[in-house]
């Protein structure tokens, strides 16, 4: 395992790499087989800042190219400290003189009023106006009335709602709604979806980027939303994580040009604001997301100072020079002890969020917290942090526990924890926002321009032309791409009729998940486009491609990948990059189809790199489609030959692509840096380009999961908000014992046993599972395909860890259990264990592997490394399930002989 010191030292060499680095966007980078594609720049103007009392360097609008766009930079100016950034917004006397005015008039609880932030579905306009609230989000998967179908109307009408009862109250503040606008209008029916930002950074074109914002602008005032929390601007570094395709690109660069018009299409250009048809914007989640350890959501970025400056910011140098009005914290921690740095959550950070973003970068708008990010401070609850409030945070997402919160916050200012100037700070902020988006002055939100406009919601000739400017051809051996119009083709694959698969996370729902394409009115799939392009009689689909003969067609379509995830749910962590072990119906459907008498044409549908060797073999051509949104027909414009091709596949790569299932981190620049497609790689119109037969071997256990008699240096995940493949959550009991599969949106229910999703750590990161006491009953994570060689844990000081939130203390004998397929197993007692642990309080714990294995289990043949048994009533939560090595040498592990 590599240590923190060593750790350190390569992440410094990869950034030395990085900023000597010239090829990434403007040369062309070779590959197997192809040229890449260029896009130029020159950097900005920047003044030069160096350590030791030097001038503070400063930043501001970068240099445009001939369309009045932000120029992708071929080399960016390394700084040595936090820059000045000058925004395109300045301050306006008269206006800050009608902010002090409005403050000087309020009471303590409606300053802190104006700094809560509740979720419409946790409160009313009457009380939006009796507290006085100053800002209102809906979550992912929240909507007026809870109804999903809700029309534009019934949005516009809450949010008349909400404003008539805030400008109803005695200071007639109105309040102002946020929405995770990400790729469009994406919480609403009917809104037209944009390719998610990894597709975006494929095109390589900030004014694409620039008017694809405006247009979310105009989706979000013809709903009567008036924040849209995008764009995020992380530089993402480890393509395991999540949200990876939040992010516009690996190089820093991109994210950076990216930045300015993002904020520039959704605030608009108003010389003192935000213009009538813009919103406000939020760069996020500042900072350092996108680089934290293994790509964990959430989880630590220990990154030195250098490259917090010259990597993670670059894209809030953009937003903010834009004039971005507010930055959201991020959930992620900044530690490094080799380099002394200890600021831990960043909710919760003085330095970041008031020393660094406020103070050194010049920033005078809205800092707003995240989900229930306070929750994660040290020494804090979701409803409680006087930390979070003195280190920054103007504006404070409290979804469920508002209330809790304002009564906490007054009492702590009362007691001088939080200083009253704090406060008056935060909503000086709040009201200067308010008064440069014209909130203050404007109508009601049904009143406002583009209210309720059908054409406002429909962008779809933006949304394809995106679609076609993102899509990046990896293969094309011999000119397969782009097939000839008439030819016959079978389309295979389960994304090809998929409008959830093709729009992915954060699209109506949280998760993306749940969706059918009768929610996509008006949206068209990948199918769609191509009986669109060839004519109905020309194209056959069969999903899983049984019963069909590939020689009876021109060509084979294959539309295949990842299917929606969003944030910590779509976390490959310690797993492997493997596509085919992900998603193992794919490579079934490619083997039916390869080699059968015509060529196979592979789109790939994903939100990041992954290792697709196999999948590769198989196609004569493969595309990656990214997450297109509900413009499916753009993907089919390039397939076929056709008047709307335009100049064809001019895609290029924004992340690097793997060579190897475990190779993670992947970054251009990086010592050793050896992909199988770099960074800037894209075929181009009529280009042919062929990789040869690529290696598919890949390690059977899994990255760092040596087996056999070796020692296991990384964490085996079992369930982290949702399963971890192979693994799956099961319930059993008398109902039935071979076990019940806990669904995907987490319920399963026996008359004995129900299991919910809950929270523990973070939103919806949980199993409840309750037992009500008329029967024995169990909850367990199994791989249904067999057992495993985990002999590595026990020889690596392995413990079970796993969080847990008891409800109702075990009433009767229960154990935690490891299986090797019934009946081989074994127990130890947790009767005692659970009834130890604080009702309503998290606990972590560890189990020793070695407790396990003392009683007979057969490591070699591990099928179900976690299960919970008991006899009679029982309530608890479960989480962040894994084997951890090492784990049973903390101190706080539990002996062996506590558990008999």
């Known amino acids: 395992m590599i240590g923190p010191l060593a750790r350190s030292r390569a992440r410094r060499s990869a950034f030395a790499a990085l900023t000597s680095l010239t090829l990434l966007v403007g040369g062309t980078v070779g590959a197997p087989g192809a040229g890449a594609g260029t896009a130029g720049g020159t950097a900005a103007a920047e003044g030069a800042g160096a350590a030791g009392g030097a001038r503070q360097p400063e930043i501001g609008r970068p240099p445009l190219d001939a369309r009045g766009c932000a120029r992708i930079d071929r080399s960016l100016q390394t700084l040595s400290e936090w820059p000045k950034v000058k925004s395109r917004i300045k301050r306006d006397p008269a206006g800050e003189r009608r902010v002090a005015k409005i403050l000087a008039g309020m009471t303590l609880a409606e300053k802190v009023g104006q700094m809560t932030q509740p979720e419409i579905s946790a409160i009313t306009p009457e009380e939006v106006g009796r507290y006085g609230i100053g800002s209102v989000l809906n979550g992912g998967g929240s909507w007026p009335g809870r109804d999903k179908h809700a029309s534009p109307r ?148 220990p990154s030195s100072e250098a490259e917090m400056i010259n990597i993670h910011a670059q894209g809030y140098y953009g937003a903010l020079a834009a004039g971005a009005q507010t930055v959201m914290a991020s959930f992620n921690s900044w530690t490094n002890t080799d380099l002394g740095i200890d600021e831990g959550k960043l909710h919760g950070s003085e330095r970041v969020l008031n020393g660094i973003l406020k103070q050194k970068m010049g920033f005078d708008g809205v800092v707003v917290s995240d989900w229930n990010g306070i929750g994660q401070v040290a020494g804090c609850t979701n409803a409680s942090c006087a930390r979070a409030i003195n280190a920054g945070l103007d504006v404070v997402m409290v979804p469920n526990d508002w209330k809790a919160f304002i009564a906490n916050t007054i009492a702590q200012v009362e007691a001088g924890q939080i200083p009253m100037a704090r406060i008056d700070d935060a909503v000086t902020r709040i009201l200067r926002v308010k008064l440069r988006a014209g909130v203050l002055g404007a109508p009601k939100p049904s009143e406002r321009a583009l209210a309720g406009s059908a054409d406002a919601l429909e962008a779809k000739r933006l949304a394809r032309e995106a679609v076609r400017r993102s899509q990046v051809l990896l293969k094309n051996k011999g000119g397969v791409l782009p097939l000839a119009g008439g030819s016959k083709v079978l389309v295979v694959g389960k994304s090809a009729d998929s409008m959830q698969n093709q729009t992915g996370g954060w699209t109506l729902t949280w998760q ?103 999948e590769l073999n198989r196609s004569d051509a493969f595309v990656v489609a990214w997450l297109p949104g509900t413009e499916g027909g753009g993907v089919a414009d390039l397939l076929v030959q056709g008047p709307r091709r335009g100049a064809g596949y001019t895609g290029t790569l924004p992340y690097s692509w793997p060579k190897s299932a475990c190779q993670t981190p992947l970054n251009a620049g990086e010592e050793g840096y050896d992909p199988l497609f770099p960074l800037g790689y894209g075929l181009r119109h009529g280009q042919s380009g062929s990789v040869g037969t690529l290696d598919e071997t890949a390690p059977p256990a899994g990255c760092g999961q040596p087996g056999g008699g070796g020692e296991a240096s990384e964490d085996l995940e079992i369930f982290n908000r949702m399963d971890v493949p192979p693994y799956k959550g099961f319930i059993g009991s008398a109902d039935n014992w071979g076990g019940t599969e806990i669904g995907v949106d987490g319920e399963a229910a026996h008359s004995a046993i129900g299991v919910v999703q809950s929270d523990v750590n973070v939103q919806q990161d949980g199993l409840k599972a309750t037992w009500n006491g008329t029967g024995p009953a169990q909850i367990y994570m199994q791989d249904p395909a067999g057992g495993h060689d985990l002999r590595g844990y026990l020889n690596a000081d392995g413990a079970l860890v796993f969080d847990t939130v008891v409800h109702q203390a075990p009433a009767a004998r229960t154990v935690i259990s490891v299986h090797c397929g019934y009946p081989c197993f074994s127990e130890v007692a947790a009767t005692s264990l659970f009834q130890g642990l604080t009702p309503g309080v998290k606990a972590t714990v560890k189990i020793p592997i070695a407790c396990f294995a003392a009683t007979g289990l057969d490591l070699e043949a591990v099928n179900t490394p976690f299960l919970v048994y008991t006899d009679g009533a029982f309530s608890a939560s479960f989480a962040n399930v894994r084997w951890v090595p090492k784990a049973a040498k903390d101190s706080d592990a539990r002996s062996c002989d506590s558990l008999t």
């Open 154 to 301: 019934a949005w516009l009408d809450l949010a008349d709602a909400y404003w008539e009862a805030s400008t109803g109250t005695r200071t007639k503040i109105p309040v102002i709604w946020g929405i995770d606008a990400v790729h469009g209008n994406n919480n609403v029916y009917g809104a037209t979806v944009f390719p998610h930002n990894i597709g975006l950074g494929a095109a390589h074109d900030p004014c694409l980027v620039r008017d694809i914002g405006s247009a979310t602008a105009a989706q979000l005032r013809a709903t009567g939303q008036d924040w849209a929390f995008a764009p995020t601007l992380a530089v993402v570094r480890d393509d395991r994580w999540g949200r990876t395709y939040e992010g516009f690109s690996e190089d820093p660069r991109i994210t950076r040009a990216y930045g300015y018009e993002a904020v520039n299409g959704l605030q608009g250009r108003h010389p003192r604001g935000i213009g009538d048809r813009g919103v406000i914007a939020t760069a996020k989640h500042f900072i350092g997301d996108g680089g934290t350890l293994k790509g964990v959501d959430q989880g630590v970025n």
């Open 512 to 614: 993306g998940t749940g969706n059918t394409n009768a929610d996509f009115p008006g949206g068209t799939t990948i199918l769609g486009g191509l009986r669109q392009a060839l004519g109905e009689a020309d194209v056959t689909f069969s999903e899983t491609a049984d019963g069909v003969d590939p020689s009876a067609y021109d060509a084979v379509i294959a539309v295949i990948g990842e299917t929606p995830y969003a944030e910590g749910v779509g976390d490959l962590a310690r797993r492997t990059l493997e596509a085919a072990k992900l998603h193992p119906g794919d490579l079934a459907v490619l083997d039916k189809v390869s080699g059968k008498g015509a060529p196979v044409v592979t789109v790939y549908v994903t939100g990041r790199p992954l290792w697709v060797n196999k």
